[in-house]
Every structure is written in C-alpha cells, then in structure tokens.
C-alpha cells in the first residue's frame, strides 16, 4: 500500500487528471503505466487497471494546463477540469499516483457533427460503484472519435479517447451491441463509456 498523505475528493478523483495536450516545449511521448493490473468488477466484468507516478511540477489557474514529469524526467501537459477544484491543493515537487480504469461503452453511434477527440459531456457517476476497487471515482464520458476497429463478433470497439491512448471496450448491454452491427471502422462516431480514476498525492 502507497502512504497516502493525502486523497482528493470524490469529485476530484472522477474529474481526474485526463487530456494529454501536445505542447512544443513539452515532450510528446506518452508516459508508460508504472504497472498494469486486471479486476473484475460486477456487471463490467475483467478490466485493466494503468497505474502512473507523476511529479506535479506547475500549474497555470488561468487555463487549468497542470504540468507532469515522469520518474524518466519527461514532461507533458494536461488540463485539469473544473470538477477538479482549486489547483491551489497542488504542490510542486509532489508525486501522483494515478489510476485508470477503462470500463464498457454504454452508449454509440454515427455522428453527424463534430471533430475527433473532442468531449461533448463528462458525468460524474459516483465516488465509487459497487465492485470498482477502492478510492476509484467513476464517470461517463460522452466523446466524438473516429472509430480504429470493431469486432462485431467479440462485441468490442477501439477507439482513440481524449488523451491520445487507444482503447478497446465491450459493449455494456444489448442495445449498445445492436448498434455496434451498424458501425465500420472509419466512421466519425460518438461514443459514451465508463472510466474510473483515482489520484492519490504522496509526500
């Protein structure tokens, strides 16, 4: 177990540290999980858990844009939404443990409008639902993206999320399946799906 000096929120830990911006003075790569773990979780089913160790090395309160270093001193941006409250509780030098959880689609089809990578809405479920493992916040975010693949047989679709990495989720139920009959890979769509974050900060 992680000394927890402190845990933010509920809220906080649902609204989560999530869209990696590109930035010229910041490096591009995407930090690579600490550890990758899988649960099961009731009416989810296996889902894999990413577990990263950032450093929080500033923050701009006028754009919300919170710097990160990972352990190998390479920097990327992200912004923090307003659910997450006043960055003042932020301090530099401060390690980060965050986890996410990619859960189900709940929700997709064809969009009509809209650009890729854009989030249309994020819904704050609840500090926690039953099954997710401890300290998770869970939340529903509504994303235009372009679709990379679906597997109709499997019941799965991969898409690109708004921090750049690509999932892979089942559909949550059968009306979610009927409408993944309906989709190819390459249409412009929009998609809803379960996430759980936590962000623990460590000092």
Same mark, same amino acid.
């Given at each position: 177990? *992680?000394?927890?000096?402190r845990?933010?929120?509920?809220v ?5 540290? /999530?869209?990696i ?5 910041l490096?591009? !790569?995407? #930090?690579? #999980?600490?550890?990758v %773990? ?8 296996q889902?894999?858990?990413f577990?990263?160790?950032a450093?929080f090395?500033s !923050?701009d309160?006028a754009?919300?844009?919170?710097? +990160?270093?990972? #352990? =190998? ?6 912004? !923090? $939404?307003?659910?997450? @409250?006043? &960055? =003042?509780? *932020?301090r530099n ?5 965050i ?6 689609v709940t929700?997709l089809?064809?969009?009509?409008? @809209? ?5 249309? =809405?994020?819904?704050v &479920? ?5 099954g997710?493992?401890?300290?998770f916040g ?6 235009t993206?372009? *679709?990379?693949?679906?597997n109709?047989?499997? @019941?799965? /679709?991969?898409f690109e ?8 989720l089942?559909?949550?139920? %059968?009306?979610v ?6 989709v190819? $890979?390459? %249409? +412009?769509a929009?998609? =809803?799906?379960?996430? @759980?974050l936590?962000?623990?900060a460590?000092?």
């Amino acid at each position: 177990m *992680f000394e927890i000096r402190r845990t933010f929120a509920a809220v906080a830990l649902a609204a989560g540290l /999530v869209q990696i911006m590109s930035g010229a003075a910041l490096a591009q !790569a995407r #930090p690579a #999980p600490a550890e990758v %773990d899988t649960v099961i979780v009731q009416g989810v089913g296996q889902i894999t858990v990413f577990t990263y160790k950032a450093q929080f090395v500033s !923050a701009d309160p006028a754009t919300r844009r919170v710097v +990160l270093e990972d #352990p =190998s001193g390479r920097r990327w941006a992200v912004i !923090a $939404p307003p659910l997450l @409250g006043d &960055l =003042s509780f *932020f301090r530099n030098g401060e390690t980060l443990i965050i986890r996410k959880a990619p859960g189900v689609v709940t929700a997709l089809g064809k969009a009509r409008q @809209g650009k890729p990578g854009e989030v249309m =809405s994020e819904v704050v &479920l609840d500090a926690g639902l039953p099954g997710w493992p401890e300290g998770f916040g869970v939340r529903e975010v509504t994303l235009t993206t372009i *679709f990379v693949d679906v597997n109709k047989a499997a @019941g799965t /679709v991969t898409f690109e999320g708004p921090d750049g990495g690509v999932r892979t989720l089942r559909a949550a139920n %059968d009306k979610v399946l009927a409408d993944l009959q309906q989709v190819q $890979p390459g %249409d +412009l769509a929009q998609v =809803s799906y379960l996430e @759980g974050l936590a962000i623990n900060a460590i000092r």
